[in-house]
């Protein structure tokens, strides 16, 4: 019997990795398209305000599952969020130190801009 595993579980593993840019890679339009979508923007605050990983079902989105996993790609193919298999879940983490380091400055001045929109609304209503 061979210790080897079998042609269909190392393309099954393999299915379950996802591509990431590298950091040197990740390119303003890119991110800033990532960030103008509000889908996308509720996710990345989510992400910052939660401070670690989480699930994508963690993250409240009304949208249909396809239109979730479109959001969730479009941050992590931009370099905004990190995916990663955990068991059956698809964890996510925001990209912050990668983000920081390639554009300073930039994330927390999205997210004080979204928070600051947020009040504005808030208070003209």
Known sequence: MSSQP????????????LEHPDRSA???????HALSDPMRLRVV????????EMACSDVELD?????????????REAGVISQTYRGTSKMNGLRRADLDAVFPGLLDSVLAAAEGEERRLAAAH
Do not use: D, M, N, P
């Open 63 to 75: 949208v249909s599952k396809s239109t979730c996993t479109h959001h969730f790609r479009v941050l």
């Open 6 to 17: 079998s042609a269909s579980a190392s393309v099954a593993s393999s299915s379950r990795v």
């Open 45 to 52: 605050r989510t992400l910052a305000a939660h401070g670690s």
């Open 26 to 32: 990740i390119r303003l339009e890119a991110v800033l």
